[in-house]
Structure formats: structure tokens, C-alpha cells
T-cell receptor
Framework: RKEVEQDPGPFNVPEGATVAFNCTYS??????FFWYRQDCRKEPKLLMS???SGNEDGRFTAQLNRASQYISLLIRDSKLSDSATYLC?????????????FGSGTRLLVRP | ETGVTQTPRHLVMGMTNKKSLKCEQH?????MYWYKQSAKKPLELMFV???????ENNSVPSRFSPECPNSSHLFLHLHTLQPEDSALYLC????????????FGSGTRLTVV
């Protein structure tokens, strides 16, 4: 089983749609969770951290379900500029050097 | 300069060449990382340095040799690479006593011919 699993997509949605991505992680002791965004041929950039109580940043909402070891990202009112690959990231709790484990990413295509 | 800077942005090298990738972070972080990203594949961790000490070498072939002279600079020395080593090489930094995630450089796109 992969440490961090994501649906690779692509998710192809019209502008203005709401889209949700899911991610599962294997180690229940993980404590830090993030969503990163990676544009084509660019570096990953931190989109948002994910907190236990859930958190929102504008059109983006992240949720964490520790019992199910499940993380989600909801994007409302999709824009063309949201087209990218979204990476689910968790920390490796067994590693004191603060190693992060990256999922393979979910590709989002927003069409006009 | 701010953030994490990597040079060169693009590199084409022959299999017998020796080259080095450079990374510099201006964030005061205490950990630095090298990642490899091949086409349509996830990020692969190569090396981790905490406080200039290498703490992880993820079974990387010896033709890749990292160097961390101080907590702000990281190098990846390359020699006798193979065409399958062509990839995007990303440097990242973090503060290991904070859980703010990694900051990545813009990467070096390497092509081995």
C-alpha cells in the first residue's frame, strides 16, 4: 500500500464548478498535513496546511479525518487558473528530520 | 534574493560529463533536501540534510553526490549519468522544529544525452 494515495485524475470541470479531491495516508501517527499545487514543469508550491478542525482559504477548503486517515480538498467556483496538479502531503512520523511524503498528485483541468 | 534559488534552470550534459547543481536558501531554514521528479512520476526523495549533516540517502546511485557546506547551500554533483537520470531536480528547505512544510526552488531540468 502506498504511503499517500490520490486519484490521479484528470478531473475535467467547467469554470465555476465545485470539485473535490481525496487522499488517504497509511500511517496513523502522521501529524502534519498539506496540500501543494504544482503547475506544469514548475516546482510544487504550498497551497494550504490542513488542520484537524478543517480550514478554509478563500475558495479552498481542506478537511482532515484522522479516524479514516483521509484528507480532502474542495475548490469552489473553479477558475481556469486552478488547472494544475494537486499534491497531498503528510509527514513521516518515524523520521525526526521532518521528512514529508508526497502523493502522486491529482490533475485538475478547468475548461472555459 | 528570497526563498530558494536553484541554478542552472536547464542543463544538458553528456554521459561522461561532470556537472554540479546549486541550491541556496534565504529563509534561515535548518534542513535542505534534494528531490527527483521524472515525467509523470511522483517526487522521489534523494537526500536530506539537517544542520549540514546528511541524515538520509535514499538508495541513490553513487553517480549523484551531495554536498552541504553550510545550512544555506546545497550542491548535487553529477558524474557519468545515464539517460534515465533525465528529470527535474528540485531542492527544498524547511525548518524542522516548525511544521510549515517545505519551500521548493524552481528546479533544474536536466537532460542527459
Amino acid at each position: 500500500r502506498k504511503e499517500v494515495e490520490q486519484d490521479p485524475g484528470p478531473f475535467n470541470v467547467p469554470e465555476g464548478a465545485t470539485v473535490a479531491f481525496n487522499c488517504t495516508y497509511s500511517n496513523s501517527a502522521s501529524q502534519s498535513f498539506f496540500w501543494y499545487r504544482q503547475d506544469c514543469r514548475k516546482e510544487p508550491k504550498l497551497l494550504m496546511s490542513v488542520y484537524s478542525s478543517g480550514n478554509e482559504d478563500g475558495r479552498f477548503t481542506a478537511q482532515l479525518n484522522r479516524a479514516s486517515q483521509y484528507i480532502s480538498l474542495l475548490i469552489r467556483d473553479s477558475k481556469l487558473s486552478d488547472s494544475a496538479t494537486y499534491l497531498c502531503v503528510v509527514n513521516d512520523p518515524a523520521d525526526s528530520s521532518y521528512k514529508l511524503i508526497f502523493g502522486s498528485g491529482t490533475r485538475l483541468l478547468v475548461r472555459p | 534574493e528570497t526563498g530558494v534559488t536553484q541554478t542552472p534552470r536547464h542543463l544538458v550534459m553528456g554521459m561522461t560529463n561532470k556537472k554540479s547543481l546549486k541550491c541556496e536558501q534565504h529563509l534561515g531554514h535548518n534542513a535542505m533536501y534534494w528531490y527527483k521528479q521524472s515525467a509523470k512520476k511522483p517526487l522521489e526523495l534523494m537526500f536530506v540534510y539537517n544542520f549540514k549533516e546528511q541524515t538520509e540517502n535514499n538508495s541513490v546511485p553513487s553517480r549523484f553526490s551531495p554536498e552541504c557546506p553550510n545550512s544555506s547551500h546545497l550542491f548535487l554533483h553529477l558524474h557519468t549519468l545515464q539517460p534515465e537520470d533525465s528529470a527535474l531536480y528540485l531542492c527544498a528547505s524547511s525548518q524542522i522544529d516548525r511544521n510549515y512544510g517545505y519551500t521548493f526552488g524552481s528546479g533544474t531540468r536536466l537532460t542527459v544525452v
